[in-house]
């Protein structure tokens, strides 16, 4: 049985890569051991899947056919860490406006997902952008202290006007994504 990883997510809008860029730049001169997400990639996850079989991938096109959302502005602000800077293993921008409205379409996905047969997500929803995984202990002091000089930083704002399901193929270089579904917003 061909099993398909993917997630259900909001990309970043072009014309904000290059600032999320120049702050990956800053992050990776703490020295730390970083495996950053390409600019391509950057999204926020509305809902990650991981490797479903493909008539559960069209159950979920199936549901994300009936949801219906209105475009809304997302703010992006502030860096931090999962689970905490002292031991950073995401690093992650977050979001100050929009919040309600990502919570409440992420909670209309996670429904979709539920009746798809795909149990529910254990760590549930919390709104950011992944920036980068940490790969090793090196310079962690030096990678903290920038998380914390960024912890404010204001990195500009989108309208959400689509939520896309995506394939994420896993290669040595890093994973490559593809859309499957798209649900563009109404109104």
């Known amino acids: 049985m061909e099993l398909i990883r993917s997630f259900i997510a ?35 996850t509305l809902r990650f899947l991981g490797e479903i079989p493909r008539s559960k991938v ?16 997302v ?8 689970p905490n800077l002292n031991r950073p293993r995401v690093l992650w921008v977050g979001v100050s406006e929009g919040v309600e409205e990502l919570k409440a379409l992420a909670g209309r996905v996670e429904e979709v997902v539920l009746k798809a047969g795909i149990p529910r997500d ?6 950011h952008l992944t920036l980068a995984r940490v790969r090793s202990g090196r310079n962690l002091p030096s ?14 704002a989108m309208t959400v006007t689509a939520v896309r399901l995506k394939r994420s193929v896993l290669t040595p270089k890093g994973p490559i994504y593809s859309n499957l579904y798209e649900v563009k917003a109404v109104g």
């Open 143 to 156: 990678l903290s202290r920038i998380l914390r000089e960024l912890s404010a930083v204001e990195l500009g």
């Open 10 to 44: 909001v990309d970043l809008e072009e014309n904000l890569l290059e600032d999320f860029r120049r702050l990956q730049e800053q992050l990776s001169s703490s020295g730390a051991d970083l495996k950053l997400v390409a600019p391509g990639n950057l999204h926020l």
């Open 122 to 127: 254990p760590k549930g929803f919390t709104p």
């Open 58 to 73: 069209e159950a979920v096109i199936r549901g994300l056919e009936k949801i219906a959302f209105k475009p809304f502005r």
């Open 75 to 82: 703010k992006f602000e502030g860096v931090g860490a999962f």
